[in-house]
């Protein structure tokens, strides 16, 4: 048995706030009788469950880790025609939808699933999920300038959160460096953005982790489905994740 809102939510009818807020308007019936407790129980596999008297989607949840290739739609369909993450995943039958942002001109690590609530756990910015990038670079950008990226710096949109960032790796004869970037935020192309506040742009970006998920071991368009300690681990993180942020310093 498990509460009626957690229910709803990984069958992707909402967050599972969202789904409270359904079950006290009255909104949600459980064998044909409104349910409008918050605490109520429900066995998903034997209770018919509606949502303003139409049947909630009962497909499997699925979550899977996706490396995603350059010049791809961080997107299920795309009117201009374009490659999206759909395409690679055709074997899946249930509709899976990406859980965030990873920009057309960048690669790596992308969750798809169809488990609304984990999605919003992970995208919702009091979470601050870890996010880090390999970010090539033409050049070698001095230890200052990067300390500026540790610290915080200015975009159009506001000073960005502290960040980790590591040098990866020098390659002198095509002057190119390769830096570790870790990021707590979601904000659009961040850090391709950071790297252009510094005057040193991004010719290639890697995310190589997304939370506690892992790109190593993973080839460049291809997907595996995540194991159950996996998701549960990554949902955990999140949730320490948003501990760590709001506690006190």
């Given at each position: ?28 019936q459980v064998n044909d ?122 975009l159009e949109d506001g ?55 892992l790109l190593a071991g ?32």
């Amino acid at each position: 048995m498990e509460r009626l809102q957690k229910v709803l939510a990984q069958a992707g009818v909402a967050s599972r706030r969202k789904c409270e807020e359904y079950i006290e308007a009255g909104r949600v019936q459980v064998n044909d009788e409104t349910v409008t407790t918050l605490g109520a129980k429900v066995d998903p596999a034997v209770d018919a469950i509606k949502v303003d008297g139409r049947p909630i989607n009962r497909q499997r949840m699925q979550y899977l880790l996706f490396n995603k290739p350059k010049g791809v739609i961080t997107s299920t369909s795309d009117p201009e025609g374009r490659n999206v993450v759909s395409d690679y995943i055709k074997d899946v039958k249930e509709r899976v939808y990406p859980v965030g942002r990873l920009d057309y001109d960048s690669e790596g690590v992308l969750l798809l699933t169809n488990d609304g609530e984990l999605a919003n756990l992970l995208t919702h910015p009091r979470h601050h999920v870890p996010k880090t990038y390999h970010a090539t670079v033409k050049g070698v950008p001095h230890g200052d300038l990067l300390d500026k990226l540790r610290g915080g710096i200015k975009l159009e949109d506001g000073i960005t959160a502290p960040a980790e960032v590591e040098y990866v790796d020098i390659n002198p004869d095509k002057n190119e460096t390769i830096v570790s970037i870790t990021i707590h935020e979601g904000r659009n192309r961040q850090v391709r953005r950071m790297f252009e506040a510094i005057s040193y742009p991004v010719i290639k970006l890697k995310r190589i982790q997304f939370g506690t998920l892992l790109l190593a071991g993973l080839q460049r368009g291809k997907h595996r489905a995540l194991g159950k300690a996996e998701i549960e681990e990554l949902r955990e993180s999140a949730l320490q994740s948003h501990n760590v942020q709001k506690s006190p310093e």
